[in-house]
Each structure stands twice: as structure tokens, then as C-alpha cells.
């Protein structure tokens, strides 16, 4: 087992607000003079880009801001399904346009799509560097697309983007995700997690289960996790 990643965390009243917080601390805090933030997908999610794209309006300079994707369903860009229509309508747009948005590419075949990403990301990484990567989890413990037992959890030191499907059958699509060796050079990792339907995955993490979620190592993880889903597992129904 894995050490408790959760211990000293107390749950957040306003998982949202608190991750716009987050991120407007992290944009005044970023080491250059732009700031390279990696999104995800999901309710939470949308939630919580709603909730950046009003924080204290002004406070980020999004001209400022490259934008990239932690995961993606292989549908096409405006598919309701898309984690970047979700981006888009939820937060580049609202905010009225950012520096660069670059999502993920879903128009080839999966292989393809991920070595064309795994370029973009092999360039970031070589340099400015992931300044934040929001993530969430699921109920099974996974984060962006790396589900339990999956090859991508095994991903070789030069994978950064893989193609992957949950060999559990839980979650529909074939997707792209960032590997760990990807997600753990980012400065900043946060989860949020909302919700009755995360109890039992919180409460494996604070088991010290190795679960997905539990192998993130960034230079810095904070969780964000509402009082709901912090509740003892034996509440669960």
C-alpha cells in the first residue's frame, strides 16, 4: 500500500471557488511570463471553469494563458462528449479567448492522434513546463484516462501521450491521456472531487490504496474535495 496522499486535507466548502482561487494564485505565483494549464473533463469540471471564468475578473491576463487537454474521448471537436467543447463553452469563451488553446487531436486513428500530441506535449515540457494541471477522479479511482489495470499505468519513460480504453468497461470511448511520466513534471497538480458517487474512491485513497489517483507525484498536489464526498465510507449507499 501507498501512503495516505490525503492526510492533513480537509474538505472544501465550495470545491469550484476554490479552485479558481487556485488557479489565480498559481497564474500570480507562474515562474515565466506565461502560464501553461492543462484541463480536464466532467461535471466537476465545468463547475469549475465556470467558476474561473467569473473570479475576480482582471486578475488573469488570459492573452497570457496556453491552455492544453489531460485526456480525451475520441469523438469529434463538438461532440458533447468532447472535453474540449467543454473547455471552450465553459471557459475560453467566457472569458473571451485565451493565448492558445490546443486540444487534442481526434480525427485519425487513435495511435496517430496520440504520437501528434505526444509531440506537442515532448515541446512543452522541453519548455516552459505544465505550470498546473487540474485533474479529477472517478468512482473507480481513476484520473484523467488512466484506469485501474490499463497499460497506460505501465506506460514506458518516453510515453507521454497514449491512446487507451477502460478495461473495465465503465467509462464509453476510446480516449487520449497524458501519462504519469506527463502529469508528474507538472508544478502543480489539482484535484477536485464532488459528490456521493467519489466516497468509496476517496476513501481507498485515504486507505492508502494504490489506486490511480494515488500515483500522482507533481512537484505539488492539493486536493479539493467537498464535505460529501469526504463522508465516512460506511454512509455510502
Not at 216 to 226: G, H, M, N, P, T
Request: net charge negative; proline share 8%; hydrophobic share 45%.
Amino acid at each position: 500500500m501507498s501512503t495516505d496522499p490525503l492526510s492533513g486535507v480537509a474538505p472544501a466548502t465550495d470545491v469550484p471557488a476554490a479552485f479558481a482561487s487556485t488557479v489565480a494564485g498559481a497564474f500570480d505565483h507562474r515562474v515565466g511570463e506565461r502560464f501553461t494549464l492543462v484541463l480536464s473533463g466532467g461535471p466537476t469540471a465545468q463547475a469549475c471553469y465556470e467558476a474561473l471564468a467569473v473570479h475576480r475578473v482582471g486578475a488573469i491576463d488570459w492573452a497570457k494563458v496556453d491552455i492544453y487537454m489531460g485526456d480525451e474521448r475520441l469523438v469529434p471537436a463538438d461532440d458533447p462528449d468532447a472535453n474540449q467543447r467543454l473547455v471552450r463553452q465553459s471557459l475560453i469563451e467566457p472569458v473571451g479567448g485565451v493565448g492558445s488553446f490546443t486540444p487534442m487531436p481526434t480525427d485519425d486513428d487513435p495511435e496517430m492522434c496520440a504520437a501528434a500530441y505526444q509531440r506537442v506535449v515532448a515541446a512543452v515540457l522541453a519548455g516552459p513546463g505544465f505550470d498546473m494541471i487540474h485533474l479529477g477522479m472517478g468512482p473507480d479511482g481513476h484520473t484523467a484516462s488512466l484506469f485501474p489495470g490499463a497499460p497506460t499505468l505501465r506506460a514506458g519513460p518516453d510515453q507521454l501521450v497514449m491512446a487507451t480504453v477502460d478495461p473495465n468497461g465503465h467509462n464509453p470511448h476510446p480516449r487520449l491521456t497524458l501519462t504519469l511520466r506527463a502529469i508528474n513534471q507538472a508544478r502543480l497538480a489539482v484535484f477536485t472531487v464532488v459528490g456521493e458517487a467519489k466516497r468509496h474512491a476517496v476513501h481507498l485513497l485515504r486507505s492508502g490504496e494504490d489506486i490511480p489517483a494515488s500515483r500522482v507525484e507533481a512537484a505539488k498536489v492539493r486536493w479539493l474535495i467537498d464535505e460529501v464526498a469526504y463522508g465516512p465510507e460506511s454512509a455510502a449507499s
